[in-house]
């Protein structure tokens, strides 16, 4: 039986033999445990049923601490996501998810603290200096519920009109583990499919349908009832994961649970992955610089 994740090395864990087609290595960085995850061949995407690529997973602090803003995990995670971004051009930054309900507001609430610079140009730009900052488009998406557009449909039609070279997508995650909530980042250069976290998936946002790089970047808040209970009871005995499986069915098929404490941990998720990317892009200014900006 499946569990559900978005975490590529979960899946990775899950996979006791060898597998030929994935590189996997792992460092400690100024106290932060990186994993690093390179998927080389379809095959092995199939047995891991994630897309060929390369994925970063970021073992942080629980994200319910205490963080402040030129915490050195931040430009940790910067130099992470610049590793994957295009020199050169203007990139749009899109929040996936409904910010009226907290596990799916990540996307959103990252995006109200991302630095939109595209249209700050020529004089007006020299004058203030600002010219050093990278082009920068920010999109709150929305869900389907309330546009009535899929997320699919209203990123490829800015990416469209502004010709940007690459695109960063924010979302929320499902994990396997209870252990990795609010605690963990994954990095990819796959794209995503909006609403995974919250298991709504939709159209993928990736290099095939858009036509340029995605980039995408999530904290899992939420793990499904039957994951959590196979975790907490430690199964991974087939029969027995179906035994619970029955025992969960049907009204807690769809069931998730997110920690009591969600509402900060999404914030403080925002605020990280706001500050990491927002480095990520302004390369060439000073920390204390963009700071004061945003």
Known sequence: MELRTDLAVEEHESYCE????????????????????????????????????????????????NMRDTDERVQVIAEEIRRLLPVNGTVLVAGLGNREITPDALGPKSIDRVLATRHISGEIARSTGLDRLRSVATLSAGVTGQTGIETGELVLSVVNKIKPTAVVVVDALASRKLARLGCTLQISDTGISPGAGVGNHRTKLSKETLGVPVIALGVPTVVDALTLLCDLVCSEDEYSQQSLKEQVSPRGREMVVTPREVDLLVDRAAKLIALSVNMALHSGIETEELLALI
């Open 18 to 65: 060898d597998l030929k087609g994935v590189d996997y290595t792992s460092e400690e960085v100024k106290g932060l445990f990186i994993e690093r995850l390179c998927i080389k061949t379809s095959r092995a995407g199939q047995l891991l049923h994630k897309d060929a690529g390369r994925y970063v997973t970021i073992t942080l602090p629980p994200l319910t601490d």
